[in-house]
């Protein structure tokens, strides 16, 4: 029987969002500022401008990305461990196969040690899961399981 071991990160989500509306607000007001017309912006806030419109962008795609991942996103049972993406099916790893198990962070998160993904690497094949809560605990927890009850 599979257990849930990983869900998706609702609060990432939320900053995401939150980021995007907010880059979204700034780039707007930039806009109304010089009367809704590019031209009329000197090149620096130009340049300003094109680069909260390019995050807003990415933000945005970053959000839809996140939200159409499923609910669960690892699961695992007495064998493997199950890794669910969009729409596709899902990856099974067996315990024995593994031979690392780690979770990077971001560079510019690295004084807070916010965990950016999951990498379980294998003889075959990395798989690198992203954008699930509480990355250490599932780090923790696969370690556990691969290495610990499967000697």
């Not at 031979?99 to 510019?108: E, G, H, Q, R, S």
Request: hydrophobic share 50%; glycine share 0%; proline share 3%.
């Amino acid at each position: 029987m599979k257990k849930e071991l990983a869900y998706k990160s609702v609060p990432q989500i939320v900053r995401s969002a939150l980021m995007c509306v907010l880059s979204q607000v700034i780039a707007f007001s930039l806009w109304a500022y010089y009367g809704y017309q590019i031209m009329n912006m000197p090149n620096i806030i130009l340049i300003i401008f094109l680069v909260f419109i390019s995050v807003m962008i990415m933000l945005f795609i970053l959000v839809i990305i996140m939200i159409s991942n499923p609910k669960v996103m690892m699961e695992y049972d007495q064998n493997s461990i199950y890794i669910y993406r969009r729409r596709l099916e899902p990856q099974q790893i067996d315990y024995k196969d593994i031979v690392n198990v780690k979770a990077t962070i971001n560079i510019w998160a690295k004084p807070f040690l916010i965990y950016t993904a999951v990498i379980i690497e294998t003889n075959e094949k990395d798989y690198v899961v992203r954008n699930i809560d509480k990355m250490d605990e599932v780090r923790d927890m696969i370690k556990h399981l691969a290495f610990e009850l499967n000697e």
